[in-house]
């Protein structure tokens, strides 16, 4: 099984360049995106591969 990596709001906040209080609000809104789609959720946390697809554009099948 692989690994799957999460991001917490301190690593986006990094990666953006913006505040962590922003960053929460960013991985809220993109858990609320997944848990329409069917997949669970952990709060303040977000998949590394999911962030990376929305952010940059990136088109991969894996799950998240």
Known sequence: MSKVTLLTA?????IL?????YCY??????????????YMTIRGKIS????????????TKTNY
């Open 10 to 14: 301190t690593d986006v906040a990094e």
């Open 48 to 59: 590394k591969t999911y962030f990376e697809e929305k952010y940059y554009g990136l088109q």
């Open 17 to 21: 360049g913006m505040s962590k209080p």
């Open 25 to 38: 609000k960013v991985i809220a809104k993109m858990n609320e995106q997944l848990e329409k789609e069917g």
